[in-house]
């Protein structure tokens, strides 16, 4: 069977009342028989439901269709997905190792490794998300971790995961890649040697702006870890984030053809404007890694990006003048979305921090919608002539 078509066939066990659709777990504890069987799942003998800290049948569900999806050995779901990227730092670094990371980064897990990381005495390393010729150069005698997102957040640059994940494989290091802005549906890093793909779920996976929820998936011994920390300290996913998310799954695929359908569409029609001095979109054959894009994505997905000529004022006046594409702190949603990174999502990294990444002053971020292809280049187009 094909990883779609089971994914959407899995689901928890049915109950007596033999509903079609999964049932909604609202429980904070579960209930044991007698004293022997509450010992056993204190002692990890049993598979048996504790609490909903430590595990549900909605969030198991969840967890178990994204393995399907991503080809990955085990997962465990989180609150949101920067709880995701923290548990998946955390669980697995000490004091005096070092991480690897694309200069290339959303900018809450860019506070988190600047920030955070050193409080616990875990040293980084930031190099070129396209220059992975200096990767290597960079690791050094403590170095446990890469960590990656490819497309990057906001820049769209695409990282060669063949490429990182045998540099992983000759240094013993983890790899650890958030495919948020790709989903399992455009890419699987797994299959290309990486240990951990972490996800915000909030975004195309849930696809209509509704929960939050996280995950972090891959080699089961890894997910151990993340699991004993988050059993411990807490993020969990909430029994009704996962049963919504659980069921977004079941039209992911689609979502995403028309996603990234309506992406291509705009950034074929926006190239070469004359208010747009850059644009980029993974299949367009003007990316910078256009190629190594078609290789290890089935699409392009559903976001593009173009520095407006005039900088920041005319990134304010554009967002100012749009009148159907919301602006709102989030992407992959049912609704367009138009968001300005330097002022935004990326504000608290300094000037130059965001010059090195291409975060300049007029870059526009684009989540392309489900609405019509013409709807949302009709209001772009009206918005650019009053830049």
């Known amino acids: 069977?094909?990883?779609?078509?089971?994914?959407?066939?899995?689901?928890?066990?049915?109950?007596?009342?033999?509903?079609?659709?999964?049932?909604?777990?609202?429980?904070?504890?579960?209930?044991?028989?007698?004293?022997?069987?509450?010992?056993?799942?204190?002692?990890?003998?049993?598979?048996?439901?504790?609490?909903?800290?430590f595990s549900n049948p909605n969030v198991q569900e969840f967890v178990d269709k994204m393995c399907i999806l991503e080809g990955a050995e085990a997962g465990y779901a989180t609150s949101s997905g920067m709880s995701a990227v923290f548990a998946s730092f955390m669980s697995v670094l000490k004091a005096?190792?070092?991480?690897?990371?694309?200069?290339?980064?959303?900018?809450?897990?860019?506070?988190?490794?600047?920030?955070?990381?050193?409080?616990?005495?875990?040293?980084?390393?930031?190099?070129p998300a396209d220059k992975p010729e200096e990767w290597e150069k960079a690791i050094r005698p403590n170095t446990k971790m890469i960590f990656l997102e490819t497309p990057t957040n906001p820049g769209l640059d695409i990282i060669d995961l063949e490429i990182a994940g045998k540099l992983s494989k000759k240094h013993g290091l983890i790899l650890n890649v958030d495919n948020c802005f790709a989903t399992p549906i455009a890419q699987l890093p797994?299959?290309?040697?990486?240990?951990?793909?972490?996800?915000?779920?909030?975004?195309w996976i849930d696809g209509q702006g509704r929960v939050l929820g996280g995950i972090v998936l891959g080699r089961?011994?890894?997910?151990?870890?993340?699991?004993?920390?988050c059993r411990s300290t807490g993020p969990a996913l909430s029994p009704f984030n996962?049963?919504?998310?659980?069921?977004?799954l079941d039209t992911l695929e689609v979502r995403m053809e028309?996603?990234?359908?309506?992406?291509?569409?705009?950034?074929?029609h926006l190239k070469g404007h004359e208010k747009i001095s850059r644009l980029k979109y993974p299949f367009l054959d003007t990316h910078p890694q256009y190629a190594i894009a078609k290789k290890q994505?089935?699409?392009?997905?559903?976001?593009?990006?173009?520095?407006?000529?005039?900088?920041?004022?005319a990134g304010r006046r554009f967002l100012d003048n749009l009148e159907m594409l919301s602006?709102?702190?989030?992407?992959?949603?049912?609704?367009?979305?138009?968001?300005?990174?330097?002022?935004?999502?990326?504000?608290?990294?300094?000037?130059?921090?965001?010059?090195?990444?291409?975060?300049?002053p007029g870059l526009i971020r684009i989540s392309a919608g489900l609405e019509k292809k013409e709807d949302i280049l009709s209001d772009i187009l009206s918005a650019l002539k009053k830049v």
């Not at 980064?105 to 040293?123: A, D, M, R």
């Not at 089961?220 to 920390?229: A, G, P, Q, V």
């Open 242 to 248: 996962a049963w919504i998310l659980s069921k977004s």
């Open 96 to 127: 005096g190792d070092h991480l690897l990371c694309c200069k290339a980064i959303f900018g809450s897990t860019h506070t988190v490794i600047t920030k955070y990381l050193p409080k616990y005495g875990i040293e980084y390393t930031y190099v």
């Open 258 to 268: 028309r996603h990234a359908s309506n992406a291509y569409f705009l950034a074929d």
């Open 190 to 203: 797994i299959k290309y040697g990486v240990d951990l793909v972490t996800h915000s779920a909030t975004k």
């Open 297 to 313: 994505m089935i699409n392009g997905g559903g976001i593009i990006c173009f520095e407006l000529k005039g900088g920041l004022d």
């Open 220 to 229: 089961k011994d890894l997910i151990k870890d993340i699991y004993l920390f």
């Open 1 to 53: 069977m094909d990883r779609i078509s089971k994914a959407i066939r899995t689901q928890i066990e049915r109950t007596g009342e033999k509903e079609h659709a999964s049932p909604l777990f609202l429980t904070s504890s579960f209930c044991f028989d007698d004293a022997e069987e509450m010992r056993a799942a204190f002692a990890d003998e049993n598979d048996n439901n504790i609490y909903s800290r």
């Open 327 to 360: 602006l709102t702190a989030n992407l992959g949603d049912t609704r367009s979305i138009a968001s300005h990174p330097a002022s935004t999502t990326h504000a608290k990294l300094s000037e130059a921090e965001r010059q090195e990444v291409n975060i300049t």
